[in-house]
């Protein structure tokens, strides 16, 4: 008996440690504010007929099996899981291990301009910083002035925009500076001429 107990404290243990690890690769440095017309990939370990692929509807919220309707629209995708996993609980499983992960962003977008050679509106995904939104623009021209590129952000409180400089040059030079910074939503990325 005693063996048993340690075997499915074993099996719930793994199932956490991969829960949160798969979590960590699914949703890395960025963190994504679910919006309305995004896909968002549900899966509950060992119970296949709990998966699904639900959009979130025009007023935020997602329908979920059991779940009639739960509101996500703002919130992150481990605090939807955490939301998930407390309607689940008790109810319909005992311990659901529930991921959460974004399949398609349709909500979020940032903008590239100036001097790349692909500029226009792009899909914002988890992880998206300012060169790696160059490089989706097709990176810069030969024109382009490396050490001055903006990004303007609109402001939280009041009309127009923050303004971010970044050098890229120096992201380049030593990735380890976090000088590369997250986009958010409806950030303007817009690299100058020399």
Same mark, same amino acid.
């Given at each position: 008996?005693?063996?048993?107990?340690?075997?499915?404290?074993?099996?719930?243990?793994?199932?956490?440690?991969?829960?949160?690890?798969?979590?960590?690769?699914?949703?890395?440095?960025?963190?994504?504010?679910?919006?309305?017309?995004?896909?968002?990939?549900?899966?509950?370990?060992?119970?296949?007929?709990?998966?699904?692929?639900?959009?979130?509807?025009?007023? /935020?919220?997602? +329908?979920?099996?059991?779940?009639?309707? &739960?509101?996500?629209?703002?919130?992150? $995708? !481990?605090? *939807?899981?955490?939301?998930?996993?407390?309607?689940?609980?008790?109810?319909?499983?005992?311990?659901?291990?529930?991921?959460?992960?974004?399949?398609?962003?349709?909500?979020?977008?940032?903008?590239?301009? /100036?001097?790349? +050679?692909?500029?226009?509106?792009?899909? &914002?995904?988890?992880?998206?910083?300012? $060169? !790696?939104? *160059?490089?989706?623009?097709?990176?810069?021209?030969?024109?382009?002035?490396?050490?001055?590129?903006?990004?303007?952000?609109?402001?939280?409180?009041?009309?127009?925009?923050?303004?971010?400089?970044?050098?890229?040059?120096?992201?380049?030079?030593?990735?380890?500076?976090?000088?590369?910074?997250?986009?958010?939503?409806?950030? *303007?990325?817009?690299?100058?001429?020399?």
């Amino acid at each position: 008996m005693k063996v048993k107990v340690k075997i499915v404290c074993l099996i719930v243990l793994f199932l956490l440690c991969s829960a949160e690890l798969w979590h960590v690769f699914s949703d890395t440095k960025g963190v994504y504010h679910v919006g309305i017309g995004d896909i968002l990939s549900i899966r509950v370990l060992g119970h296949k007929d709990f998966d699904a692929d639900v959009v979130v509807n025009p007023d /935020g919220t997602i +329908n979920y099996y059991f779940i009639d309707s &739960l509101d996500v629209e703002g919130k992150t $995708l !481990k605090d *939807i899981e955490k939301d998930i996993i407390s309607r689940l609980s008790g109810r319909y499983l005992r311990y659901p291990t529930v991921m959460v992960r974004l399949k398609n962003s349709v909500s979020q977008r940032f903008y590239v301009y /100036g001097e790349v +050679n692909s500029p226009g509106m792009f899909k &914002l995904t988890p992880g998206i910083t300012v $060169l !790696k939104a *160059i490089a989706m623009a097709g990176g810069y021209s030969p024109y382009a002035n490396t050490k001055r590129v903006k990004v303007l952000r609109l402001k939280k409180f009041g009309s127009g925009y923050d303004e971010i400089n970044v050098n890229l040059d120096r992201i380049i030079e030593d990735s380890g500076n976090n000088a590369d910074i997250l986009l958010q939503n409806e950030d *303007i990325v817009v690299v100058l001429e020399k």
